[in-house]
Structures are given as structure tokens and as C-alpha cells.
């Protein structure tokens, strides 16, 4: 497919291209003063290659025929081969299309398509000083095609190998029938052949966007038949598409072919189709799916208007529009409209409506409505038409002043921000306001998430030592993570980064240079990011609801219940579900983005997505643990508890092994922090192995362990950030899980029915404890008892408490 004009990178350059078409017209300028010097040449012809480059880089393929016919013309004065009379009509006509090629850029960001309006003469005006044949009107048609016209709703291709097979049979009589009518030799016979082959091909491609260009190629050679379309360069193109296309079919069945321009081709063809005087019955059809009429091509023909036209008439409708808003302040309505003695300038009517005229003029149709609304109504407030009413007088009054004010602030805001804009001026302002704020808001929001996700994949890679070249990878690539963030500092880690990519690392040191940047990494705690994050949302979701953004705002409400949901249950990482959010959060700035940088632009397929993606949000929600969830419920409520899945074989051995590691681990470094609760180190160390436990569980199916390494995990961050002080509840209970750690790991070691309530039971007091601080959870284990093992005399925790 040809690429589709892109009306915001064009708002973007087209100043540049404005700039360059001003120095072509000087050097042309000085080329003319004197012929002999051809440098000033060059540079008009170095300027004018300049902006075909980027109008080639939009997709403006009519606005790029204007410009390289100027290059063409240059090249010919360069070289001399336009000489005597019509070396000034080459000038000339070059001056000409420089002055146009602004208004046409200006015309495109209106109409938000390179339609070609205005160009057709300017290029064949070059083409015909330089000896060359004029370019067919088609070339640059354009027209609005309703959505869908031509393709049958609904409708089914044939299957793709009967598709092969008659194309395969048409293929050469399409081509030796259409040669022929362009030769035009026995051109009726000719043309009835192609209608045939050519409704063949539209019920075969019914559906589908080819089926359009068929429909239409079967009124071109109705057309061509009673000779009311006269064959030309632009139709030798339409013919020669279709026989690619038939081509393609014989090879890919039903399948279309990307890379044919099919809205091009389609405008060139309704153009004939609009030309025609008379309407057969094929040309009649169409005529009527895509509504063309007897203006149709007058509308398509209508000249340009140059940028600085319209600026001058907004502008002379605002200063006019000042005039009446100062007349009208040095009154008192009120007492004017009572007030048989005081008579309304006439001077105020006529600016009002010499006001309508330029807006008229520059296409501002309901602003000119507006001030016929206040002129009428400035009319009968000092004709006394209000005064037996004053509640009428004031409606009145203030709708004068509402209708001025508004016109008055949406021309100033189109001046400011361009003639394009959509939106009023208070709908912009306050659009704009909100999205630079989410900006910052989504921005922050995106940077506690890559921190999180950046320290999570550094300490897994850190949960065990590298021992190989995967896991020294895998250490390597989440350290770069980190240090790519900034060029500067940690040249010692650096280092041992860039021996250990080279295939010569130092595994001790890199491990302990990472550990230690690790631990300074870690300024602001996950669950506080979190926390800020959601508050963050909040905010973002409630902003975009009072700008009138509601669809915006239910995808951020979406996001941060997903957040909120992950977050108590511990499962913020990269996986499918932070995805989904990433996905809607990228395409949600992107509309947001294009929103406020081309009003007009069309960024609903990308707020679709978010909203698909945010929906997911919630299936993903859904199936999540409680997890924190717990502190907000009583003890004797029931529990979503997570359920251990099949650990699999080829991970268990693994698993198991590096899981007895772990607690050894802990085992040691639990009764020495107990003794040094100042080491922050070595607490940070236990947290890590619980956050271990937790990934990994998570990762095999070993959702207990995993569930109980993240309430252990998310009870000590809160002793890390300060939040949370060391208490002997907080020692009691880290005692009885590390001394439950052991079966814990064996019961996935051994195939013996196991009960996993006494680890749920600390579970759920580590997610209470950190919640509540200081609180005595202890007083409650009798009642828990009863609720879990269904009795007082089972399971006696008291045992594993004295432990």
C-alpha cells in the first residue's frame, strides 16, 4: 500500500518547506537579475530537491509530481535546452508554482490529505515550456469516498485455488483485449471482453477492497466503449494495475495484493467516471454508490487559498470584532435596552457584519452563524423587544457577550495554533493543560515500573552466584539494565561487566560489585513505588475525567486496579499481564500525544487498543491470589488461597536443590541478624532469599512456598523502608517460619499427602503483622486454629512457637 500522508510530521516540517520555498524563489530571483551566473540556479534547484525529499518522506506523491516537474525545469535552464520565449514562461511558471507550493501545503494540513487541488495546472503549465506532454487531469482528482462504498458489506471471496484458476484463464485475454482498446482498434469488442473479465474479478473478490476498483473498471470500459472516455496515459495505468492484480491472483488465490494503491487508483477512475456527460447504466451505478453529482468536479477543481489570505482575513475579523467588544464595553446594556434616547452606532452592525464576511471567507461558517445570532439580538435589545421582561434583557445581554467573547477567543486560538484546530479555545486549553500534567504523571508512573522491574530481574540474577555462562549472562544483561541508564560512574563494575561479556570474567568479584550496587539501588522500596504509582493513577484517571476524557480515564481506572490487584499479591514483573499494561499505557500516550499535536487527527484505533488491552487487565486481576488482601478481612473469613500446581519433572531437582541452599542460607543469617538488628546488610540479604522463594515458587508451581516468601518479603521491606520497626512479634514469627522452611521445601521432595495450613496460618500473620506493626496477632491463633484444622486439639502450633 502507498504510505499514507502523515498530517502530523507534516505540521512538523512544513515550516522548513515554507523556508525552502523562500530561498528557491530568491536564488530564482537572483538567476533572473543575471543568466549567466547558474550558481543561484543550483541553489533553487538544491532547495526545491530539498522539499521533494521530504514530501517523498510523507507520502505526498501529488504535491511530489509539482516539485520534481520544478526540478526538471531547473535542470532544463541549467543545461540550456530552454531557450528564447520560452525560457521566461519556464521562469515564470517556476515563480508560479513556488508561490503555490505553500498554500498547497497549507491546503493538504486542512484537508488532511494530498489531494492535488490546484496543482494540475502549475505542473502542466512546466511540463508544456519544456517541450513535454501535459499530465491527465486524473492525476490529480480527488474526492470524499464514503466508507465501504463499492465493497459489498459482508461479502465472501471465492475459494483461492478457484480464484488461481481463473485468473490464470483471464489473464492474457485481459491483456491482448486492453492493449487493443488503448491502440483503439475494434475498441467496443475490446472492452466488452475486459467488462466481462472485470465483474469476474469483482465477484470473486467480493468483500474485499479490490472489489471496489473491479466495480469501477467495469464502468471505465462502458465509458471507453461509447466513446465518453478517451484512453490516456493515466488510463494505461489503471489498466496496467489491473493486469498485476490479475497476475497476483494467478499466484496468491484470493489473497490482496499490499502493495497496489488501490485509493489512488480509485480517485483516477471516478474521475473519468465524473467526467462523463452521458450515464449509462454501469457509469449511472456508480455514479450513485459514490454519490457523484453534476458539482462533483467543479467542487474537486476549486483554487487554492494561500495560508497568509487566511491569516489576513482572521485577523482583520478579530480587530474589527475588537471594535465592537470596546463599543459595547463603554455601555450599560441594561440601561441602553431600557432607554428610549440611547440608539445603537450603526458602525457596530456593520463591523458585526463585515466580521461574518471574513469569517465566511475563511471557511469559519459557525463562528460567522454566531455573530448573526448577536447581531439580531443587538437588534431587538435596543429596539426595546426585551423590555417588559429585564430577565429577558439580561438572557439577552449576556448572550451578546457570551457570542463576541467566544468567537473572539476561538480566533485568536486558531491564530496562535493554527487554522486546523478542532477543538475551541477553552477546549484546548484546558485538553492541553491536562495532557502536558498526565504526561509528567504517566512519565513518573513509567519510571517506578522499569525501577521495579530492573531491580527484580538484578535480583533474581543475583539469587544464586554465576557458575555458568548462561547465568553470568543473564547477571550481565540485567547489570546493563541498570548501568546503560548513564554513561557515568561504577567504572569498577563497569569493568568487570565488560571482562565478563569477553568471555573473561572474575565471578567472585562480579558478584560481590553486584550485590553491593544492587543494595544501593535500592533508595526507594517496591511496594512504596507501587504505592506513589497508584496514587499517581489516581490522579492521571481523575484529571482526565474532568477534561471530558472519559474513555481515557477508564483505562487509566483499569490500569490501576490491575496494579492494586498485582501489588497485594505480589505478582508485579514482566509478564503477560504488566504487558497488557504496558501495551495500554504506550498506546494511550500515543493518542494523547496525537491529540494535542494534530486535533484533527485520527487516533481512534490506538485508544481501541488501550481499551482492549486494559479489559485484559482484568482476566488478569481475576486470577490473582489475595495475598495482602488478608489484612483487610477478619480471621474467621474464608480465603482464596492459593493451591500448589504439579512442580515439573524436569525443574524439580533443580528447584529442590537450590531451594535447601536458600534456607540454609537463611537459617544462618536469621539467628545472627536477630543478635545485630542494625546490619541492614545482612537484612537485606533475607529479604532477597525470600523474594527467591517467592519468584521461584511462583515460576515452578510451588505457589505455597511462593505465597509465603512474599508475605515474609513484603514484612521486612516495610523494616527496610523504616516503616516497620522490630518488634518481638516480628522476631517471634520470622523464628517459626524459618523453622517451617525445612518440611516446607521437603514436601515437594517427597510425594506424601502434606498439610499446608500451618504455612497459610504464617502467611497470612506476616501479611497482618506488617500491616498492623505492633499488633499482638498471637491473642487470635486459637480462634484460626479452630477455623483451619477444624479443631482445638489439631496441629499444635504451640509446639513449633517454643522453637
Known amino acids: 500500500m502507498a504510505i499514507k500522508t502523515d498530517i502530523v510530521a507534516l505540521k512538523w516540517v512544513v515550516g522548513l518547506m515554507n523556508k525552502q520555498a523562500e530561498n528557491a524563489e530568491a536564488s530564482l530571483v537572483e538567476y533572473s537579475n543575471d543568466t549567466s551566473q547558474k550558481k543561484p540556479l543550483l541553489q533553487c534547484m538544491w532547495a526545491v530537491h530539498q522539499i521533494t525529499s521530504t514530501l517523498r518522506a510523507l507520502g505526498m506523491g501529488k504535491g511530489e509530481m509539482l516539485t520534481l516537474e520544478m526540478e526538471r525545469s531547473l535542470n532544463y535552464l541549467y543545461k540550456d535546452k530552454v531557450v528564447g520565449e520560452r525560457q521566461k514562461l519556464t521562469m515564470g511558471g517556476l515563480m508560479q508554482a513556488l508561490k503555490v507550493l ?32 501535459p499530465r491527465p487531469a486524473a492525476f490529480f482528482f480527488q474526492m470524499n469516498i464514503p466508507e465501504g462504498r463499492g465493497i459489498t458489506v459482508d461479502g465472501t471471496p471465492e475459494d483461492s485455488e478457484e480464484v488461481r484458476e481463473r485468473a490464470n484463464v483471464m489473464l492474457t485475454l485481459y491483456l491482448e483485449m486492453a492493449k487493443m482498446a488503448l491502440r483503439r482498434k475494434n475498441v467496443g469488442e475490446s472492452m466488452k471482453t475486459v467488462a466481462r473479465i472485470s465483474r469476474r474479478m469483482q465477484t470473486m473478490f467480493s468483500g474485499t477492497e479490490p472489489e471496489r476498483f473491479w466495480f469501477t473498471m467495469v464502468g471505465i470500459c462502458e465509458g471507453m466503449a461509447g466513446g465518453l472516455i478517451v484512453p490516456d496515459e493515466c488510463i494505461a495505468q489503471i489498466f496496467k494495475s489491473g493486469a498485476f492484480m490479475i497476475k497476483y491472483a494467478r499466484e496468491n488465490g484470493v489473497e490482496v495484493d499490499e502493495s497496489v494503491d488501490y485509493d489512488n487508483l480509485q480517485q483516477q477512475m471516478l474521475f473519468y467516471i465524473a467526467s462523463c456527460q452521458a450515464k449509462p447504466v454501469h457509469i449511472a451505478r456508480i455514479r450513485q454508490v459514490f454519490s457523484i453529482n453534476d458539482n462533483t468536479l467543479e467542487e474537486a477543481n476549486r483554487g487554492l487559498i494561500h495560508m497568509d489570505a487566511l491569516v489576513t482575513a482572521l485577523s482583520s475579523a478579530l480587530e474589527r470584532l475588537n471594535g465592537v467588544e470596546n463599543y459595547l464595553s463603554s455601555l450599560d446594556l441594561t440601561e441602553a435596552a431600557r432607554s428610549a434616547d440611547i440608539e445603537l452606532d450603526p458602525k457596530t452592525l456593520d463591523g458585526i457584519e463585515a466580521t461574518q464576511y471574513r469569517l465566511e471567507a475563511a471557511g469559519q461558517m459557525a463562528h460567522a452563524d454566531s455573530l448573526r445570532s448577536v447581531q439580531d439580538r443587538l437588534t431587538k435589545l435596543f429596539g426595546g423587544v426585551y423590555n417588559e421582561s429585564p430577565s429577558q434583557i439580561n438572557q439577552a445581554i449576556n448572550d451578546i457577550i457570551r457570542g463576541i467573547v467566544g468567537v473572539k477567543l476561538d480566533i485568536e486560538h486558531k491564530l496562535e495554533h493554527g487554522l486546523c484546530s ?65 554513561d557515568q560512574g561504577y567504572e ?11 568471555g573473561e570474567p572474575d565471578l567472585d568479584l562480579l558478584f560481590i560489585q553486584a550485590k553491593e550496587f544492587l543494595n544501593e539501588q535500592e533508595t526507594i522500596s517496591d511496594r512504596k513505588a507501587i504505592d506513589m504509582s497508584l496514587q499517581l493513577l489516581a490522579e492521571i484517571s481523575g484529571a482526565l475525567g474532568f477534561a471530558g476524557m472519559e474513555r481515557e480515564a477508564q483505562i487509566i481506572e483499569r490500569c490501576q486496579l490491575w496494579l492494586a490487584a498485582a501489588s497485594k499479591g505480589g505478582a508485579v514483573r514482566e509478564d503477560d499481564a504488566f504487558r497488557c499494561f504496558a501495551e495500554a499505557f504506550a498506546q494511550l ?21 488501550a481499551e482492549q488491552r486494559a479489559a485484559q487487565l482484568d482476566d488478569h486481576a481475576a486470577g490473582l491470589s489475595d495475598g495482602a488482601e488478608v489484612v483487610t478481612t477478619s480471621w474467621t473469613e474464608p480465603k482464596n488461597y492459593v493451591e500448589d500446581a504439579e512442580v515439573p519433572a524436569e525443574f524439580r531437582e533443580v528447584f529442590i536443590e537450590e531451594s535447601e541452599e536458600i534456607v540454609q542460607e537463611i537459617s544462618r543469617l536469621t539467628p545472627l541478624w536477630l543478635q545485630q538488628r542494625e546490619d541492614q546488610e545482612m537484612l537485606r540479604e533475607i529479604r532477597r532469599h525470600f523474594h527467591t522463594f517467592k519468584g521461584n515458587g511462583r515460576a515452578v508451581g510451588a505457589n505455597i512456598l511462593g505465597e509465603l516468601g512474599w508475605s515474609v518479603q513484603d514484612m521486612l521491606d ?34 506424601n499427602a502434606w498439610d499446608p495450613s500451618h504455612v497459610r496460618l504464617l502467611t497470612d500473620r506476616a501479611f497482618r503483622l506488617a500491616e498492623s506493626g505492633q499488633e499482638d496477632i498471637a491473642e487470635g491463633l486459637s480462634q484460626v486454629e479452630k477455623n483451619v484444622h477444624g479443631g482445638a486439639d489439631d496441629a499444635p502450633v504451640s509446639e513449633t512457637l517454643g522453637q
Open 102 to 133: 505553500p498554500a498547497y501545503l497549507a491546503h493538504a494540513e486542512n484537508a488532511r490529505a494530498d489531494t492535488g487541488h490546484g496543482l494540475e495546472q502549475h505542473v502542466n503549465d512546466l511540463r508544456r515550456w519544456i517541450g513535454e506532454r
Open 492 to 502: 569498577a563494575l563497569r569493568q568487570s561487566v565488560r571482562d565478563a561479556d569477553a
Open 589 to 609: 500516550e500515543l493518542h494523547l500525544q496525537r491529540s494535542i499535536a494534530d486535533p484533527l487527527d485520527d487516533t481512534s484505533h490506538m485508544l481501541a487498543i
Open 422 to 486: 478542532s477543538f475551541s479555545s477553552r477546549e484546548f486549553e484546558l485538553r492541553e493543560s491536562v495532557v502536558t500534567a498526565t504526561f509528567n504523571h504517566m512519565g513518573l508512573v513509567e519510571n517506578y515500573m522499569h525501577q521495579i522491574l530492573r531491580r527484580k530481574e538484578l535480583a533474581s540474577a543475583l539469587a544464586r552466584k554465576p557458575n555458568d555462562p548462561q547465568s553470568t549472562l543473564r547477571l550481565t544483561v540485567a547489570l546493563n539494565r541498570h548501568l546503560n541508564k548513564t
Open 718 to 751: 516495610r523494616v527496610l523502608d523504616g516503616d516497620l520497626k522490630v518488634s518481638p512479634a516480628i522476631e517471634f514469627l520470622l523464628k517459626e517460619v524459618v523453622a517451617a522452611l525445612p518440611n516446607l521445601v521437603m514436601s515437594y521432595k517427597e510425594e
